[in-house]
C-alpha cells in the first residue's frame, strides 16, 4: 500500500487566486490544470481513494475518488481534514476528480491549481483563523533512536507501490504481491520502493520498507483512528524527531479496531506478551514516543460553497 499524502507541521500560506507578476507589475492567473473533471460521485464506500500529481509516477495527471469536498480544501491548503471548517456536508457529499496536468508542477503549484479549480467550480469562498486542535506529536524517547531496528537506507529512491498501479487501460489484473510473512510473521518485501504491509488480526507485525519518519506519522494517524473508530480522514501525527532520510523497520503489536475489542482481547489471551500497544511498540521497539498534544494552529474556514460543482 503506498503512502499518500503526509499531513505538513507548517501551515502553508499560498496566497490569492490573482498574483502580481514580479515585473511590471501585471496581475497573473494562477497556475490551472490543463483539464479536469469533477463531478457528484454516490457510493456507499468510505474513504478517499487520491493517485497521481507531484512526485508521484504518474505527476501528469490525478484521480480522485470517494473525496469530500472538506478533504479537497484540506489538500489545495496543504491542511489536515480537522483543519477545515464549514457546512456538515463538507465531510458527507463525496465527489471524484480527474485532471491532467504538467508533470513538472511543483506542489506548490499544485495546491494553487487546486485552489483555484475549488474556486471556479464550487463557488468556494474561505478565510484562516488560528484555533486550538487536538493532535499528536512523534519525537524521540529518552534512550534514543533505537537504530539496530530503525535501519537507515542509503540513497533510497522512491517509488510507488506496484501493487496500488491501477492506471493501466483493459480489464482488471490480478493484485502483485510485493511481499510475504516470515516465520515471525512480519512482512518481507520482493521489490524496492515505498512499502508497507501487515499482518492480519489483533497481533500482527506492520513491516515498512524505505520510509521516511514524515510517511510513517501519515501511517499512524490512520491507524490511530481506524483504532478510535474514526473513518475517512488520518489523525494528524506531527513529526517531531529531527530524524531525517528513509529507513526499513518492523512493528510488533496488538492492533485492536474500533468495536473488535471483545474479540481481539479473546484472541490476545494467552498469548505471547510481545505484542504490546501501538504506542509502547513504537517506544520498545523503535525508541520513539507517540503522545497526543492541543495547540493553536491555522484553519480554514468555508464561507461559500456550491454542493454541485459547475460544468466540465
Known amino acids: 500500500m503506498r503512502l499518500h499524502g503526509i499531513w505538513m507541521a507548517v501551515p502553508v500560506f499560498l496566497g490569492i487566486a490573482l498574483r502580481i507578476a514580479a515585473q511590471g507589475g501585471l496581475?497573473?492567473?494562477?497556475?490551472?490544470?490543463?483539464?479536469?473533471?469533477?463531478?457528484?460521485?454516490?457510493?456507499?464506500?468510505?474513504?478517499?481513494?487520491?493517485?497521481?500529481?507531484?512526485?508521484?509516477?504518474d505527476p501528469g495527471r490525478i484521480a480522485y475518488s470517494r473525496i469530500t469536498l472538506a478533504e479537497l480544501v484540506a489538500k489545495a491548503?496543504?491542511?489536515?481534514?480537522?483543519?477545515?471548517?464549514?457546512?456538515?456536508?463538507?465531510?458527507?457529499?463525496?465527489?471524484?476528480?480527474?485532471?491532467?496536468?504538467?508533470?513538472d508542477t511543483t506542489?506548490?503549484?499544485f495546491q494553487l491549481m487546486l485552489q483555484r479549480l475549488l474556486s471556479d467550480r464550487f463557488n468556494l469562498r474561505v478565510h484562516h483563523e488560528m484555533r486550538e486542535l487536538s493532535g499528536y506529536q512523534l519525537t524521540v524517547g529518552k534512550k534514543g533512536p533505537?537504530?539496530?531496528?530503525?535501519?537507515?537506507?542509503?540513497?533510497?529512491?522512491?517509488?510507488?507501490?506496484?501493487?496500488?498501479?491501477?492506471?493501466a487501460g483493459g480489464p482488471p489484473q490480478p493484485a502483485k504481491r510485493f511481499y510475504?510473512?516470515?516465520?515471525?510473521?512480519?512482512?518481507?518485501?520482493?521489490?524496492?520502493?515505498?512499502?508497507?504491509?501487515?499482518?492480519p488480526g489483533p497481533r500482527g507485525c506492520l513491516g515498512y520498507q524505505n520510509i521516511s519518519i514524515a510517511e510513517l506519522c501519515t501511517n499512524l494517524g490512520g491507524l490511530i483512528n481506524f483504532r478510535n473508530g474514526v473513518y475517512g480522514q488520518t489523525a494528524r501525527v506531527l513529526d517531531r524527531t529531527g530524524l531525517a532520510g528513509q529507513y526499513d523497520f518492523?512493528?510488533?503489536?496488538?492492533?485492536?479496531?474500533?468495536?473488535?475489542?471483545?474479540?481481539?482481547t479473546m484472541q490476545l489471551t494467552n498469548g505471547p506478551d510481545d505484542f504490546p500497544p501501538l504506542e509502547v511498540a513504537l517506544e520498545e521497539q523503535l525508541g520513539l514516543k507517540l503522545e497526543s498534544i492541543k495547540e493553536p494552529l491555522d484553519a480554514v474556514i468555508v464561507d461559500q460553497a456550491d454542493r454541485m460543482p459547475s460544468g466540465n
Open 27 to 57: 496581475a497573473v492567473a494562477a497556475p490551472e490544470f490543463e483539464a479536469a473533471s469533477l463531478k457528484v460521485q454516490v457510493t456507499t464506500d468510505h474513504g478517499a481513494r487520491m493517485t497521481g500529481g507531484p512526485g508521484t509516477l
Open 180 to 199: 510475504s510473512n516470515n516465520r515471525d510473521g512480519c512482512p518481507v518485501f520482493f521489490t524496492p520502493g515505498v512499502h508497507f504491509g501487515r499482518t
Open 107 to 109: 506542489p506548490e503549484q
Open 77 to 103: 491548503y496543504g491542511l489536515a481534514g480537522d483543519q477545515v471548517f464549514g457546512p456538515a456536508w463538507l465531510t458527507s457529499e463525496t465527489y471524484s476528480l480527474n485532471a491532467t496536468l504538467r508533470p
Open 146 to 167: 533505537n537504530l539496530k531496528n530503525l535501519k537507515l537506507v542509503p540513497d533510497a529512491p522512491e517509488a510507488e507501490d506496484p501493487a496500488d498501479d491501477d492506471t
Open 250 to 264: 518492523n512493528l510488533r503489536m496488538a492492533y485492536i479496531p474500533h468495536g473488535m475489542q471483545n474479540w481481539a
